[in-house]
């Protein structure tokens, strides 16, 4: 093999080149409480950007910062409340904020039906527009619908989804509504949950543009989380802290081992939470034979790291499996719903790649559940994939 520009590096860097505890610092800084879980539009999500910029030109990239509009957000203003009979029930736990409910600042009590009545909370199997204007106008209080719980019995936050509809709606942990439909008996709920407009920020880093002809890459990484509750922590150290330490890693490695002429980025996101708003805000700004190599998640890698490749991006999958075999990472193909994605609907060479998210957007997605042998491993993967890319 002949390298495209310039001599031919070693593709796997091994883990002896990358600093292991160097990212897990990283990951520990992004989930403190400064950042308040680097929701999109927040003072912690813009803390989290300013450093980060600090963080790549350490790295000696010349870095900018970009801002774009979040149309809606949904945000918790309070901790919203359920209590059945005289029992309280836990938020997150045993219930959770739908996201097409209108907005309940105060608590209203009523007693529960399968039908909707007036002054009735209404217990449906979901909700849709339909269901919410026939409850509305029999003058209903709201609905209550069936949700899952993980593995560990959290409901998983989300800030980006439908428009909300006539009436507030909670969702009400499987069995717990299942014996609400039982027993009935009364409630008493509140939703304090509102749409926000925010202002994103991207992080951008050049470490080296590429001459002509030669390859260019572009790292990416979401550094927002879906941010903290009013009354509880979730630090998002999984999704994403854990991929964007992995991805200054690897830039940190690569700055001073690239080939002569090739081309390196880097993009740190905001917004993908609220529906990968920084990357379609990136997209359409880059040259169409940008290889994008996106990491959502890098936590815990169980069998094999998830891959989903789109654009043409035959030469950079064939990059990433042949790195894939000489660092020892089984590939596999999943689905990576993130920034990826926009970028390749904007025609570019893209592909996602996930190892793992513990505590998935829930409070139990701390620092301490993030592997560092994932973090190395990650890193090693991603700068054999960019390093192989160089190579004929």
């Known amino acids: 093999m002949k390298p495209r520009v310039g001599s031919a590096p070693v593709a796997d860097p091994g883990p002896a080149e990358l600093d292991a505890a160097r990212m897990t610092a990283t990951v520990s800084h992004l989930a403190a409480d400064a950042f308040t879980g680097r929701r999109v539009g927040t003072s912690g999500g813009r803390a989290a950007a300013d450093w980060l910029a600090g963080?790549?030109?350490?790295?000696?990239?010349?870095?900018?910062?970009?801002?774009?509009?979040v149309a809606a957000v949904r945000e918790l203003y309070a901790t919203p409340t359920l209590r059945?009979?005289?029992?309280?029930?836990?938020h997150r736990r045993d219930f959770a904020e739908h996201l097409a409910s209108a907005d309940l600042p105060t608590p209203h009590t009523g007693a529960l039906a399968i039908e909707p009545?007036?002054?009735?909370?209404?217990?449906?199997?979901?909700?849709?527009?339909?269901?919410?204007?026939?409850?509305?106008?029999?003058?209903?209080?709201?609905?209550?619908?069936?949700?899952?719980?993980?593995a560990?019995?959290?409901m998983p936050k989300m800030i980006a989804g439908p428009p909300?509809?006539?009436?507030?709606?909670?969702?009400?942990r499987t069995d717990l509504h299942a014996r609400m439909v039982a027993e009935l008996g009364e409630v008493v709920a509140s939703m304090p949950l509102r749409t926000v407009a925010a202002t994103g920020t991207n992080v951008h880093g050049i470490v080296a543009k590429p001459a002509d002809g030669a390859?260019?890459?572009?790292l990416t990484a979401h550094y927002d989380g879906v941010g903290d509750d009013p009354d509880q922590r979730l630090p998002a150290a999984g999704d994403n802290a854990s991929?964007?330490?992995v991805v200054l890693e690897a830039t940190r490695l690569l700055a001073t081992s690239r080939p002569a002429g090739f081309g390196l980025a880097v993009a740190l996101l905001d917004a993908e939470e609220a529906g990968a708003h920084g990357s379609a805000h990136h997209a359409a700004q880059l040259p169409a034979e940008t290889n994008v190599i996106n990491i959502d998640g890098a936590a815990a890698l169980d069998d094999a790291a998830a891959v989903e490749a789109g654009g043409p991006a035959q030469s950079l999958l064939?990059?990433?499996?042949?790195?894939?075999?000489?660092?020892g990472v089984p590939l596999r193909a999943g689905s990576m719903a993130s920034d990826n994605r926009r970028y390749a609907a904007a025609g570019l060479p893209a592909i996602g790649i996930g190892m793992g998210i513990p505590g998935y957007q829930t409070p139990a997605e701390t620092p301490d559940r993030v592997d560092p042998a994932t973090l190395t491993t990650a890193a090693r993967l991603l700068v054999a994939t960019v390093r192989r890319l160089t190579i004929d």
């Open 215 to 218: 390859v260019s890459v572009l």
């Open 318 to 327: 064939a990059a990433l499996d042949r790195a894939g075999r000489e660092v």
């Open 152 to 154: 560990e019995g959290w």
């Open 55 to 69: 963080q790549l030109a350490e790295l000696g990239a010349t870095v900018s910062m970009e801002k774009f509009p």
């Open 117 to 150: 009545v007036r002054g009735c909370w209404v217990l449906a199997a979901a909700a849709d527009h339909d269901l919410a204007a026939r409850a509305g106008a029999a003058g209903a209080l709201g609905l209550l619908v069936p949700r899952g719980v993980d």
């Open 243 to 245: 991929g964007v330490a």
């Open 164 to 172: 909300p509809l006539a009436l507030p709606i909670l969702a009400v």
């Open 84 to 90: 059945w009979w005289d029992e309280p029930l836990v």
